[in-house]
């Protein structure tokens, strides 16, 4: 069964932490994602990679950073330097061409205590 | 102006309505365009995927899109509670790009 998997579901942290945010996917898509869901707000970009050991920053990277040393993993790490970590955290995959809608993982949710 | 609106809702219909859910934009540069249902707590899902102008209908569910008015919008015929989702409509400007711009969702219940 092809898909996105994130883990974990929910995650708390203490204030001065780094989290990293697991992220997976099996259907051999190139381009990577991450998102953060606010309420009332859209979807905002944190980072995106379109190939291994290549990735972009999005619209709020600050505080956060990625790795993509294989095809399939994308992980996020949300640093101590983030204000406001706690949000709904999803990952998502695309091909990089053609008819490439993305797919989106189950989220992560994290709560900074 | 946010480069895409949607009406945040919540939208409460009874069971069996046609629903009416929209988005404007303000980027011309806009061609792909696609709606996504996200159930609470959930990851989106595709629901409707089209490109340029025109309608696409699948099941109970049609897009639309007009270019020329910056409006796209998504019916759902014969509503189920099990509908009961937020709707976001997400878009971009070419097919290579990875640039999606997503609207802030509209939040829909269907009453029994």
């Known amino acids: 069964d092809g898909g996105i998997t994130q883990s974990p579901k929910y995650l708390f942290r203490k204030e001065g932490q780094n989290v990293t945010l697991s992220c997976e996917q099996n259907?051999?898509?190139?381009?990577m994602y991450w998102y953060r869901q606010d309420p009332g707000q859209g979807l905002r970009l944190i980072y995106y990679?379109?190939?291994?050991?290549?990735?972009q920053k999005g619209d709020i990277a600050e505080g956060y950073s990625v790795s993509r040393e294989k095809k399939e993993s994308f992980p996020l790490t949300v640093t101590s330097a983030q204000k406001n970590p706690t949000a709904f955290y999803l990952c998502?995959?695309?091909?990089?061409?053609?008819?490439?809608?993305?797919?989106f993982g189950p989220g992560t949710r994290l709560t900074v205590l | 102006q946010k480069e895409v609106e949607q009406d945040p809702g919540p939208l409460s219909v009874p069971e069996g309505a046609i629903v009416s859910l929209n988005c404007t934009y303000s980027?011309?540069?806009?061609?792909?365009f696609m709606w996504y249902r996200q159930y609470s707590r959930k990851g989106p899902e595709l629901l409707m995927y089209?490109?340029?102008?025109g309608n696409k209908e699948d099941g109970r569910f049609t897009a639309q899109v007009d270019k020329s008015s910056k409006y796209i919008s998504l019916f759902i015929r014969d509503s189920q509670p099990s509908d009961s989702a937020t709707y976001l409509c997400?878009?971009?400007?070419?097919?290579?790009?990875?640039?999606?711009?997503f609207g802030p969702g509209t939040r829909l219940s269907v009453l029994p």
């Open positions: 997400a878009m971009k400007a070419d097919n290579y790009g990875q640039n999606f711009v």
């Open positions: 998502a995959s695309s091909r990089r061409e053609g008819l490439n809608w993305q797919f």
């Open positions: 990679s379109q190939i291994v050991n290549d990735f």
């Open positions: 980027n011309s540069a806009f061609q792909y």
């Open positions: 259907l051999n898509h190139d381009a």
């Open positions: 089209t490109y340029s102008s």
